[in-house]
């Protein structure tokens, strides 16, 4: 991390800490922020379970969930782990094991004679979030320390709804027991290093911030190509489809960052209200919905879900337009799919026609940005050649140690919003993509069917059905 943060000793409690969300990332990255010595002394990890978990398996899960770790397991993280962490078994129904919790809590800062932070983190399902957040309020645990010395925090997980119907029901429930200041809805698109070098770049690079306007901008395309299929995420995945994913949360995240007005300051008040007012400027699809959104799903799908009626799309591309004048004539475009030819994530500036004098931030695998540029080749001709100029975040800096969910953690425990989606512009999002679900239900017609490992259906036939 660029900046070595200052945190103070919270109580993490971790719902779900035997899942597979926190296996693949919760636990190690906990491992690595202690190995790195990031998260202080007298921090409490709690784990809840809805079965008893003892202290040796727990620590037998968090070694294992180290075992594609790229330095493996560092034992003095391991030992402060194991004396840090215990497990607490909670039934989310029982409101007497939430009184029983809070107790806990208690006694734990009365033992250590310090009201400390509490962070609540979902990694569980998003359908049961709401009976454990409204048992958390109900139980005062909303609330910090008995002493209203400390803060209570909770940390979710997307999809933040199935639509606009239910994110708002998501939002409201939520807001009912915590305030908006203490929310912090999981992107972990956001926290990766090249999305957050995004605003800094368009900043301090002014051969290119000069330029950030539809005058010179003719498309920013955001790509999110995975080459794996759905594995063992059947029942997530029929439920929710590529559009709910990773279009309304990550891609649309990554496209305000890259076309939202720069703010004065740098500040999450205003990058947030920034983000938003882009947002709010998106038109929605409309009209002949099939020319301004592909949907595909790839060969074996529904083979692997056993169900040979299903419409879940594994592709999704689609292109928008901004009321905003300084983006009028640009287009916006997000596309991503799974069981494709390879697997990146990157977005892509284009000041000419196709990817030609194209600017791009990858996001993954191999983080950077490349300058496309026309050159004249040497000789008589005058013929020009297309030349790429590329930087690396792995050339100049050490970057193999850390994961996004580092710095998810380290924001949630210190409190800072700013790589965290507001309430806003997760329903912004959903407002502007509801007449495709509302159009997708309506028919399957235009579902295409892709090879698997193939580049996905053509986007060739996309155009913008309609006039702003």
Not at 156 to 178: C, M, Q, S
Not at 254 to 275: F, I, Q, R, Y
Not at 438 to 461: C, E, F, K, M, R
Request: net charge negative; glycine share 6%; with cysteine.
């Amino acid at each position: 991390m660029s900046d070595t943060p200052t945190l103070q000793p919270t109580i993490l409690v971790i719902f779900g800490i035997t899942g597979d969300l926190s296996r693949r990332k919760v636990l190690p990255a906990l491992h690595n922020l202690c190995r790195d010595g990031l998260i202080p002394e007298g921090t409490k990890i709690i784990g809840i379970s809805r079965r008893e978990v003892s202290h040796e398996e727990i620590m037998g899960i968090i070694q294992d969930s180290l075992t594609n770790n790229p330095s493996g397991a560092d034992q003095e993280a391991l030992n402060r782990l194991a004396a840090w962490t215990s497990m607490f078994k909670l039934d989310p129904t029982n409101d007497d094991d939430y009184v029983a919790l809070k107790s806990h809590l208690n006694q734990l800062e009365t033992n250590t004679g310090n009201c400390l932070d509490r962070l609540f983190y979902l990694s569980i399902p998003p359908q049961v979030y709401a009976p454990i957040i409204d048992k958390l309020g109900q139980h005062g645990l909303n609330q910090g320390c008995d002493h209203q010395e400390a803060q209570a925090r909770i940390m979710i997980e997307k999809p933040f709804g199935y639509d606009v119907t239910t994110a708002e029901k998501l939002i409201t429930d939520t807001n009912r027991v915590f305030r908006e200041d203490q929310i912090f809805r999981i992107d972990h698109y956001l926290a990766k290093e090249t999305a957050q070098n995004i605003l800094k770049f368009r900043r301090h690079n002014p051969v290119f911030s000069k330029q950030w306007n539809s005058s010179h901008i003719k498309q920013i395309h955001v790509i999110a190509k995975e080459k794996i299929g759905i594995e063992n995420r059947v029942v997530f995945y029929e439920s929710v489809g590529a559009m709910r994913d990773l279009v309304q949360s990550h891609l649309m995240q990554l496209l305000a960052l890259t076309a939202m007005d720069m703010p004065e300051h740098l500040t999450s008040d205003e990058v947030h209200a920034s983000k938003h007012r882009f947002l709010d400027s998106l038109i929605p699809p409309s009209g002949d919905i099939a020319k301004q959104v592909i949907r595909g799903q790839y060969d074996s799908y529904k083979q692997e879900v056993n169900n040979p009626d299903s419409n879940t799309e594994t592709f999704v591309s689609l292109v928008l337009k901004s009321s905003d004048p300084n983006w009028h004539d640009t287009e916006f475009k997000m596309t991503t799919g799974k069981s494709l030819d390879e697997k990146l994530t990157q977005i892509i500036v284009s000041f000419g026609e196709g990817d030609t004098n194209a600017l791009t931030f990858r996001i993954q695998p191999d983080e950077g940005i490349d300058v496309n540029l026309l050159i004249e080749e040497p000789g008589y001709t005058n013929a020009l050649q297309e030349v790429k100029m590329n930087f690396s975040y792995s050339q100049y800096f050490d970057t193999s140690e850390h994961d996004a969910y580092e710095r998810v953690l380290v924001d949630g425990m210190r409190g800072d919003h700013l790589l965290f989606a507001t309430r806003s512009e997760v329903l912004a999002a959903w407002q502007l993509l509801q007449p495709v679900f509302d159009y997708w239900h309506n028919q399957s017609q235009d579902l295409v069917i892709y090879p698997n490992n193939s580049q996905g259906p053509s986007t060739a036939s996309l155009s913008l059905g309609y006039n702003i």
